[in-house]
């Protein structure tokens, strides 16, 4: 089986910075992309930035500028460096993997999410 468990959540006040970690273990054999997705109250999962296995970046448009997605494949972990964050940052945060088990296709894999509140 394969586990992702994130952690760094919490409460900030707006403009300060947060930084998001997701650790995959398990028995894998390799991981492709990896990335965070948030889900706030009432709405839909959205993705937030997902970094490919050769480094390609992409963002929401709303966390340009402001947001930095890493992976340390060593560890296979990815990270989700937030600053200047504001109260609509608020959300349930979920990291996902596309992992691959030995001798299977890879399939996507999710963390239990970690809460970030922004307010005051």
């Known amino acids: 089986q394969v586990q992702l468990v994130e952690s760094g959540g919490g409460l900030v006040q707006p403009g300060g910075s947060l930084r998001l970690s997701c650790a995959a273990s398990?028995?894998?054999?390799?991981?492709?992309?990896m990335g965070w997705y948030r889900q706030a109250p009432g709405k839909q999962r959205e993705l937030v930035a997902v970094?490919?296995?050769?480094?390609?970046?992409n963002y929401a448009d709303s966390v340009k500028g402001r947001f930095t997605i890493s992976r340390d494949n060593r560890k296979n972990t990815v990270y989700l460096q937030m600053s200047s964050l504001k109260p609509e940052d608020t959300a349930v945060y979920y990291c996902?993997?596309?992992?691959?088990?030995?001798?299977?296709?890879?399939?996507?894999?999710w963390g239990q999410g970690t809460q970030v509140t922004v307010s005051s």
């Open positions: 996902n993997a596309d992992v691959a088990v030995l001798l299977t296709r890879t399939r996507a894999y």
């Open positions: 398990g028995s894998i054999f390799s991981i492709g992309a």
């Open positions: 970094i490919t296995s050769s480094g390609t970046t």
